[in-house]
């Protein structure tokens, strides 16, 4: 299993990381990303990666940051990427419900992150609040870009306009178990373009809900989607993690690589 998405550098984990890294590799996690939001929970995503060889880092600065980032800190994430356990951009992308009231400049941060996705060849890991259309129409500016619209939270119509496109992948959350707008959607993903992830510490699958999430509940997501695709949980497990493998840069040497 791979939980493509998780925020390990949140401080609810600050207790007990070692266990709860532990755990997930217990109940056959293999791959955890930590997700950044801003430079420091970048910087602590990539620390966190270092001290386990199944952890993997995503950089980038959120639309939350739109009105205070600093060119310096574009500096700072295009020099995180050459790191060898940063494995995609993220989580970069359009708010609409609590980001930065001036769409212009959340459009502004979020293209200059593309563009260095297209001058580095890294993935880019998508965050869309109520701004699907407009995620949709700056992407599509840049067809060599790998994309995933991480926590799809879309119905069918939306996915219908991820179908057409190789390069754009989705990955389900725990939403998949307790929203069956998600499931519909999920039901029509395309297979060699899905994944799973937690988004931990937030959106617990059931039987976890209204608990910390953590990755190793990314199994009940899974299992969800088994269901949902009419397959077993062997099957479905290795089509998702060969997803996950061909989307991030998991690299083959490096710091704590397996
Ligand atoms: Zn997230």
């Given at each position: 299993?791979?939980?493509?998405?998780?925020?390990?550098?949140?401080?609810?984990?600050?207790?007990?990381?070692?266990?709860?890294?532990?755990?997930?590799?217990?109940?056959?996690?293999?791959?955890?990303?930590?997700?950044?939001?801003?430079?420091?929970?970048?910087?602590?995503?990539?620390?966190?990666?270092?001290?386990?060889?199944?952890?993997?880092?995503?950089?980038?600065?959120?639309p939350?940051?739109?009105?205070?980032?600093?060119?310096?800190?574009?500096?700072?994430?295009?020099?995180?990427?050459?790191?060898?356990?940063?494995?995609?951009?993220?989580?970069?992308g359009l708010d609409y419900y609590r980001g930065?009231?001036?769409r212009?400049?959340?459009?502004?941060?979020?293209?200059?992150?593309?563009?260095?996705?297209?001058?580095?060849?890294?993935?880019?890991?998508?965050h869309v609040r109520d701004s699907f259309e407009d995620v949709?129409?700056?992407?599509?500016?840049?067809?060599?870009?790998?994309?995933?619209?991480?926590?799809?939270s879309g119905?069918?119509?939306?996915?219908?306009?991820?179908?057409?496109?190789?390069?754009?992948?989705?990955?389900?959350?725990?939403?998949?178990?307790?929203?069956?707008?998600?499931?519909?959607?999920?039901?029509?993903?395309?297979?060699?373009?899905?994944?799973?992830?937690?988004?931990?510490?937030?959106?617990?699958?059931?039987?976890?809900?209204?608990?910390?999430?953590?990755?190793?509940?990314?199994?009940?997501?899974?299992?969800?989607?088994?269901?949902?695709?009419?397959?077993?949980?062997?099957?479905?497990?290795?089509?998702?993690?060969?997803?996950?493998?061909?989307?991030?840069?998991?690299?083959?040497?490096?710091?704590?690589?397996?």
């Amino acid at each position: 299993m791979t939980d493509t998405h998780s925020h390990l550098n949140d401080p609810k984990f600050s207790e007990d990381l070692d266990e709860v890294v532990k755990r997930a590799v217990d109940w056959g996690v293999g791959r955890i990303n930590v997700v950044g939001y801003d430079v420091p929970s970048s910087v602590r995503a990539v620390e966190i990666a270092e001290g386990f060889p199944e952890v993997w880092a995503v950089v980038g600065l959120h639309p939350y940051e739109a009105e205070r980032y600093s060119d310096e800190d574009l500096k700072k994430l295009r020099s995180l990427l050459t790191h060898p356990k940063v494995v995609a951009i993220g989580e970069i992308g359009l708010d609409y419900y609590r980001g930065p009231a001036d769409r212009r400049v959340q459009r502004e941060l979020f293209v200059r992150q593309i563009e260095m996705a297209r001058e580095t060849s890294f993935p880019v890991v998508l965050h869309v609040r109520d701004s699907f259309e407009d995620v949709v129409s700056v992407i599509s500016d840049f067809p060599e870009v790998r994309f995933v619209f991480h926590s799809f939270s879309g119905g069918e119509r939306e996915m219908e306009k991820v179908l057409p496109q190789k390069n754009w992948y989705v990955s389900f959350s725990g939403m998949l178990t307790f929203l069956a707008h998600v499931r519909r959607a999920a039901a029509i993903a395309p297979r060699d373009r899905t994944f799973v992830e937690t988004d931990a510490p937030y959106l617990a699958p059931v039987p976890m809900r209204g608990k910390r999430n953590e990755p190793a509940y990314v199994k009940f997501t899974l299992e969800r989607l088994a269901k949902v695709w009419g397959m077993g949980y062997a099957e479905a497990e290795k089509i998702t993690d060969g997803n996950a493998e061909r989307f991030f840069l998991f690299r083959k040497q490096g710091i704590g690589s397996t």
